[in-house]
């Protein structure tokens, strides 16, 4: 699996949108990007994942660039409660698991 | 989302005994499930991969042996760390896929302590 470069830390104002960069510049054509994230002592919880198109739920927006060598996950109106380390991971399509990397401590300021 | 469920949440053992960790799918039949271990301030480290009737499959540096596996039916998958020590003290992290390309959803941990 491509291996993911992240901010080991940001912050971010309640009510603003967060907006949290992955590098994957070695991914392939058949990996797809997913981003989950871990709030403290909890297993960690889907938010989204896409191939090359943006992709939004609930919960975020994904952005791929063109060249899918980078994306960002935006969070479009944080709160107190989104305190989490976010992961981005890039998965083979066809496979399961899931390798983890240090990930993004984000913290939601009052 | 799906739901996973692991069982127990925290428990504490004496060094040299062993420890059974459930972890269950409960709106969804698993084909695959996964056992992670997270140290404090470190990310989750892959353990093993189980698909339902079959072995588990270790990463590098897991001592199979030590961490059994065992994956009898498609909503359970059992984790027991055997003749524990104080360095397997950890956060224990299952989760489980219905089918591929699909996202995974986690347990939500347990913490073992072993003393």
């Known amino acids: 699996d491509a291996k993911t470069t992240q901010p080991p830390s940001m912050d971010c104002a309640e009510g603003r949108a967060a907006n949290l960069p992955c590098n994957h510049s070695t991914i392939s054509g058949n990996e797809y990007v997913y981003w989950y994230r871990q709030i403290h002592s909890q297993g960690p919880q889907y938010i989204i994942h896409g191939l090359k198109n943006n992709e939004t739920n609930e919960m975020a927006s994904l952005i791929i660039t063109e060249d899918r060598k980078s994306s960002t996950l935006i969070l479009p109106h944080a709160t107190l409660r989104d305190t989490a380390v976010y992961y981005c991971i890039v998965r083979v399509g066809g496979a399961n698991n899931l390798f983890f990397g240090t990930g993004t401590r984000l913290t939601v300021i009052p | 989302g799906a739901v996973v469920s692991q069982h127990p949440s925290r428990v504490i053992c004496k060094s040299g005994t062993s420890v059974k960790i459930e972890c269950r799918s409960l709106d969804f039949q698993a084909t695959t499930m996964f056992w992670y271990r997270q140290f404090p301030k470190q990310s989750l480290m892959l353990m093993a991969t189980?698909?339902?009737?079959?072995?588990?499959?270790?990463e590098q540096g897991v001592e199979k042996d030590k961490f059994l596996i065992n994956h009898a039916s498609l909503t359970l998958s059992t984790l027991t760390v055997t003749s524990a020590h104080p360095e397997d003290s950890s956060f224990y992290i299952c989760?489980?896929?219905?089918?591929?390309?699909?996202?995974?959803?986690f347990g939500q941990g347990t913490r073992l302590t072993v003393v």
């Open positions: 989760s489980a896929v219905q089918g591929i390309n699909t996202e995974a959803f």
């Open positions: 189980s698909n339902e009737g079959s072995k588990a499959t270790y």
